[in-house]
Structure formats: structure tokens, C-alpha cells
């Protein structure tokens, strides 16, 4: 049964602003419906990587603050750390990085909380049937919390195809290990150059695969290592390497399935938003933003993150590209292969197959 999207575009007037139009947004799509009383609300956000400029404003995220707060919720912003090397790799250069673009408590009324702890640990185990997975490591405070709401600036993504309401909530809710194995489908390999045999890895190894040899140097046993990345995390000299080489299709099934065990955690408690602002050729994750390949289109919000996201890619390829950006044909049917060669369809389809929701919509404008 096609599940409703509701979509307001960028016009705007006196009396009636783009911030008002998104708060109807809140209200047509039944959030408050979602929060009781003294809830807590973990609104799920990107904050930008330093130098990022395209991710959805701070002024846009106070508003949603502000309607959560007034039917009697408790909001948090929250986002977790990277695997990667960055500014976000740690909570304490996360909370800075998020401050530095502009979400701190005086601009968006709410703290702000990494959700997988001080250095990507805190997270909790959470049991599900997955082809990929039978248990995924789903982020403290976004598991504890009793509302999410996750708000997503949809764009292009080198891995997915795009990224919006599914990556920002399958990979986007994954503490740090979860998204090694989000990623790779290869086992770690230590760097005997870069180890200096300080032993941190082994304390972590929940299968006990690693040793220190003679020569002081981590020592792998792929017979017994589970692939978990928690080595990868807790190495503090970069030694036991990042493997980014899972092929695309296998990425987007993974992180569906992180998806699934957020949504089985949050029973009719979760609801989503996408920015179809600079909508940008690459992830926020990048200190960089480069043009925008289509003109800004709108904001969309719906209780099925599957529909939402199959309306906010259709609009996206109805809509003539730009010229002289990332696109080598602004009038390309299909943005996001052109951009990535990825065919992004994988993760909806797969969503759809878990039950996640429907690739059918009706879009309804306010």
C-alpha cells in the first residue's frame, strides 16, 4: 500500500516562511503523535565535517527543537563518531566540530550528544535475522532514547548511490565498529611498520584473534577474528588498516539491516525528514561541499523512511541539472548513477524486502 510523503517546495512569502512551512510539515506527517510526555527525543542529525558547508542549517534543526519541546518531549541532537580519520572521529572533536558549524545549545535550544560515547564504544547489542547480520551494534543514546526523529540533507554518495534517510539512519546510528563492518567485507590487517605493540587491540578483540609475537607486534588470526572492527577502532597508531572494499550492493543491504534493528528498537516512535537543499555530488562527511547538481526543491517528511526516500530521488531526477557541476549531463534521468555509477536502488528494494516500508507513495504537497 503506497505510503504518504508530505512535500513542500521552496516558495515562500510574507506570513508563510520556509521555517513555518516545515513545521506543518511536523504536523501534517503526525510526529507529535510519536512523543508523550517527558520523552526523550534524539533528533538524529549531521553536523557537517569542518569545512563542510551543505548540511542542513541550524536554524531549520531549532524549529524542530521547538515542536518536539512543545508536545512535551525532551530533544537531544545526536550523531556519532566517524571511523574514519576526521574531525569527527572522537566525541570531543565531534562536540567541537559541531559547534564550529553552528549547533551549539544558544543557536538550536537542545544539547548536543554523541550517541556511541567518548571514542565510538558505546553502543548496545541488538538481535535481528538479517541476511548479513544476526546482531547489530545499534548507538547508546540513540538505542535508550525513546523518540528519534532524524533529519537528513539528501545528496550524492560514492558508496550508496545517495545518501538520505536510510544512510542517515542505517549508517549514521552504527557505532564506529558497526560501520567497519557496514563497509568492508574484509578482515582487518595489521600494519607491522605502524604497530608499536601496545596491546590495546587484543583487550578489545571479542574473539580473542589477536596476539602480540615475539617481536611485539599485533598478530591477526583470520580463522578466529569475526570481522567486528573493534581492533580497527581501538588502535591508537593506525596500524590495523580500514579496509573500504566491500562492493556497493553488499554496503547498502548492511546498512538496511542497521536500519531494521533502529526501527524494531523504536516500535512507532520514529520519524523522518529530508533537505532537498545543495543537494551536493558527495556525503557531508567530506571537508568540502562542492556545487549543487540540482536547483534547491524542498523539504519532505514521512513515517516510512523507504517511501521517503524513493519520492525525494524522483524529484531529484524530474529536475533539470546544473550546468557546469558534477554532472556531465544536467539532463541525466538518473543523477546519482551518472554521478557514481552505483545503482542506488539496492538499499529501497532491500528496505522494501524487510519490511522497513514501500517504494509507493503518495506525494502530498502543502
Not at 27 to 34: C, D, Q, R, S, V
Not at 332 to 338: T, V
Request: include cysteine; charge should be neutral.
Amino acid at each position: 500500500m503506497p505510503s504518504d510523503v508530505f512535500f513542500t517546495d521552496m516558495r515562500a512569502h510574507r506570513g508563510r516562511s520556509l521555517l513555518q512551512k516545515m513545521e506543518e510539515l511536523f504536523e501534517k506527517a503526525a510526529f507529535p503523535n510519536l512523543i508523550k510526555e517527558g520523552d526523550f527525543v534524539a533528533i538524529k542529525i549531521h553536523c557537517g565535517e569542518r569545512g563542510n558547508t551543505a548540511y542542513v542549517r541550524p536554524i531549520f534543526i531549532r524549529r524542530v527543537v521547538e515542536k518536539v519541546r512543545a508536545y512535551g518531549g525532551k530533544p537531544f541532537l545526536t550523531d556519532t563518531n566517524t571511523l574514519y580519520v576526521s574531525s569527527r572521529a572522537n566525541a570531543l572533536d565531534h562536540l567541537i566540530t559541531a559547534i564550529e558549524n553552528g549547533f551549539d545549545y544558544t543557536s538550536v535550544g537542545a544539547p548536543f550528544i554523541i550517541a556511541d560515547g567518548l571514542n565510538g564504544r558505546d553502543y548496545v547489542p541488538l538481535k535481528i535475522d538479517g541476511r548479513f547480520f544476526k546482531e547489530v551494534k545499534i548507538s547508546s543514546a540513540i538505542y535508550h532514547a525513546d523518540v528519534l526523529i532524524a533529519i537528513s540533507h539528501f545528496k550524492g554518495h560514492e558508496t550508496t548511490g545517495f545518501g538520505g534517510t536510510l544512510k542517515n539512519v542505517g549508517m549514521g546510528c552504527g557505532c564506529r565498529s558497526a560501520k567497519q563492518m557496514m563497509h568492508s567485507d574484509i578482515l582487518p590487517v595489521v600494519d607491522l611498520e605502524k604497530c608499536t605493540g601496545c596491546g590495546k587491540c587484543l583487550k578489545w578483540c571479542p574473539a580473542q584473534a589477536i596476539i602480540l609475537t615475539g617481536e611485539k607486534k599485533a598478530q591477526i588470526d583470520h580463522k578466529k577474528c569475526l570481522g567486528c572492527g573493534e581492533c580497527v577502532v581501538t588502535c591508537p597508531s593506525l596500524a590495523i588498516a580500514i579496509s573500504w572494499e566491500a562492493e556497493p550492493h553488499s554496503v547498502q543491504k548492511k546498512m538496511v539491516e542497521h536500519v531494521y534493528g533502529v526501527l524494531k528498537s523504536k516500535e512507532n516512535k520514529v520519524g523522518f525528514m529530508n533537505f532537498l537543499i545543495n543537494v551536493t555530488p558527495s556525503c557531508d562527511c567530506w571537508g568540502w561541499s562542492d556545487a549543487p547538481i540540482v536547483p534547491d526543491i524542498g523539504i519532505l517528511a514521512s513515517r516510512d523512511p523507504v517511501a521517503l526516500d524513493q519520492a525525494s530521488v524522483d524529484l531529484i531526477n524530474r529536475t533539470r541539472g546544473i550546468e557546469n557541476t558534477g554532472l556531465s549531463d544536467p539532463q541525466s534521468k538518473d543523477k546519482f548513477e551518472s554521478l557514481t555509477g552505483v545503482d542506488w536502488s539496492v538499499q529501497l528494494k532491500y528496505g522494501e524486502e524487510l519490511g522497513l516500508g514501500s517504494r509507493e507513495y503518495n506525494l502530498i504537497k502543502i
